[in-house]
C-alpha cells in the first residue's frame, strides 16, 4: 500500500489533485470578494466611461431618494447604453434607483405618467417629478438636480443699457440661456429697472452682461436695494468706459478699473488665458484641474483692501510677469511698456460675501448672506467661447455659488470627441503588404527554419 501513494503516478496525480483545488479555492474566493467589495476602473482616456464631477458631486450630495422610470422598448438599441448609464448612477450612489419599463408591455404604467412615445424617463423625488427625453449624461444630470432642488429659481438680466441678449437667433448669450434652463433655473431676460419697480422679489441672482451703457443713478440705487436685501449679483462688464455701477460695487469692498488686461505669449495679446485660481467654491474645482479660461478684452477688477464687513477674495489673475494692463488700447499690435504700464498679476474676477441678512422667502433656512461676482469681461461667456475649455463650467459655477448651491459646483460633462486614425495613401500600402505578405509569411518562415532544423 506504501508503495502505492509513493509511485510515480499517485505522486503526480496527488500534487495535481492539490493544486486544481487551490485553484478552485482562490476562484470561489476572488468571486465572493468581487460579489461583496466592487469597483469599477475606467482607463480610457479622459475617463469617457466615468461619470462625470457634476454627476459625482451631485449624487454624493443627495439627501433625498431619486427613482427613474426609463420608459424605452427592449429592442431599442439605445436601451443597452442608457441602462449601463443608469447603473453607473446607482453604483456610485445609493439614493439614486431606476427601472426599466417597456411602454409596449406595460401601457397602463407609461399612461399613468403621462408617456405617449418610448424614449422618455421620468425622474421622480418625493411629490417632484421632471421629464427627460434626452439619453446623454447632462440630460439625467440635470433632470436630478431640479427634482432635488427645494424650490424653483429665477434668473434676472438686466436689459436697457446694451446688455448681452439670449435671444435666438442672433443672441450672442444663447449659450448661457440654454445652459441655465437645463439647470433648471428660470430665465428672465426682460428686467428694465429705469421703471421705478426695482427688481423683483422673486430675483434669485440678477445678471448684468457686458452693458455698453451706463446704468443711471435711480438704476444703481434699485441695485444696491436688492443687494442689501440679501440679494445675488453677477456682474459682467467689459473695458471701455464707466458702468454707472462703480460707487455701488466699491460699497461691497470692489474695485473695478477702467483699463485694458493684456498679456503676451503664443495667442492674441488681447486675449489672456489664466490658470491662476483662488482657494475658492467658484474656482477649486478649476484650481484643481488646472483648467485654463479665456477672456478677450478684459478689464481688471480688484479688492479694496481697507473694506470692512465684507469677504473679498480675487477669484481669477493672470500669469504675474506675461501680462499687463494698460489704461488705452492702441490703434497697433499692443505692446508692453514698462515706463507707462503696470506689469501683471492682475486680477480678473473677484467675489465678496457680506454679511447675513433676514430670509427672502419663506423656504429659505436661516439667513441669506449677499453675494457679488464681478468679472472685467462678457465674452469668455458668450456663444463663441462658453465651450471653450473651461469657460462655462466658471460661469456656471458663479451661478451656483451665488445660489448658494454649492453641491452644484462642478465641471461638467463632455461631449465625445472624435479619435479617428488619418492615414496617406503611403500608410495605407504599408498596412497592406504588413497585412497581406509580412503577417501570413512568418509562420511559413518558421515552419521552414525548423523543418530544415529537424533534417
Given at each position: ?121 421620468v425622474v421622480i423625488s418625493g411629490d417632484r417629478e421632471e421629464r427627460v427625453s434626452g439619453i446623454e449624461e447632462n440630460h439625467l444630470t440635470n433632470a436630478v438636480a431640479k427634482v432635488v432642488r427645494k424650490r424653483n429659481r429665477t434668473v434676472y438680466f ?140 478684459a478689464r481688471s477688477v480688484a479688492r479694496i483692501e481697507d473694506a470692512t464687513g465684507v469677504q473679498i477674495q480675487e477669484l481669477v489673475t493672470t500669469h504675474p510677469r506675461n501680462s499687463w494692463r494698460e489704461e488705452k488700447l492702441p490703434d497697433a499690435a ?122
Open positions: 500500500m506504501m508503495g502505492f501513494f509513493r509511485s510515480r503516478p499517485v505522486r503526480y496525480g496527488s500534487s495535481t489533485m492539490v493544486a486544481v483545488l487551490a485553484l478552485l479555492a482562490i476562484m470561489v474566493a476572488i468571486n465572493y470578494l468581487a460579489t461583496r467589495y466592487h469597483h469599477r476602473i475606467d482607463v480610457t482616456e479622459g475617463g469617457m466611461h466615468s461619470l462625470s464631477d457634476q454627476t459625482a458631486t451631485l449624487l454624493d450630495s443627495l439627501t433625498t431618494d431619486v427613482h427613474v422610470l426609463a420608459f424605452f422598448h427592449e429592442t431599442d438599441l439605445e436601451t443597452a447604453g442608457f441602462k449601463e448609464r443608469l447603473e453607473a448612477y446607482a453604483y456610485h450612489s445609493d439614493r439614486f434607483t431606476f427601472e426599466l419599463v417597456d411602454p409596449a408591455v406595460h401601457p397602463g404604467e407609461a399612461r399613468r405618467y403621462g408617456v405617449g412615445k418610448p424614449r422618455i424617463s438686466s436689459t436697457g443699457h446694451g446688455e448681452r441678449t439670449l435671444k435666438a437667433p442672433e443672441g450672442d448669450f444663447i449659450r448661457v440661456g440654454q445652459a441655465l434652463q437645463d439647470a433648471g433655473y428660470g430665465v428672465r431676460d426682460t428686467l428694465v429697472l429705469d421703471a421705478g419697480k426695482g427688481v423683483p422679489a422673486e430675483c434669485d441672482l440678477l445678471i448684468v452682461a457686458g452693458p455698453t451703457a451706463a446704468f443711471s443713478r435711480v438704476e444703481a440705487d434699485s441695485i444696491r436695494n436688492y443687494l442689501a436685501g440679501g440679494g445675488s449679483g453677477l456682474f459682467m462688464l467689459d473695458p471701455g468706459g464707466e458702468t454707472g455701477l462703480e460707487s455701488l460695487l466699491a460699497g461691497w469692498g470692489i474695485q473695478v478699473n477702467n483699463d485694458y488686461v493684456l498679456g503676451w505669449g503664443p495667442g492674441d495679446p488681447s486675449m489672456p488665458g489664466s490658470v491662476w485660481y483662488a482657494r475658492h467654491p467658484v474656482t477649486e474645482k478649476h484650481r484643481n484641474r488646472n483648467l485654463r479660461t479665456f477672456y478677450r478684452l499692443p505692446v508692453y511698456d514698462p515706463g507707462r504700464d503696470l506689469q501683471g498679476p492682475a486680477s480678473i474676477a473677484v467675489a465678496t460675501l457680506d454679511r447675513p441678512k433676514f430670509r427672502r422667502f419663506p423656504s429659505d433656512v436661516g439667513l441669506r448672506h449677499t453675494r457679488i461676482v464681478v468679472f472685467g469681461d462678457s465674452d469668455f461667456a458668450g456663444n463663441e467661447f462658453f465651450d471653450t475649455v473651461g469657460n462655462g463650467d466658471l460661469f456656471m459655477n458663479a451661478v451656483s455659488w451665488l445660489m448658494e448651491e454649492g453641491d452644484l459646483i462642478s465641471i461638467r460633462p463632455k461631449m465625445w470627441a472624435f479619435r479617428g486614425v488619418v492615414m496617406t495613401a503611403e500608410d495605407l500600402l504599408w498596412l497592406s503588404w504588413l497585412s497581406v505578405v509580412v503577417i501570413p509569411a512568418i509562420p511559413v518562415v518558421v515552419g521552414i527554419g525548423v523543418w530544415r532544423r529537424r533534417r
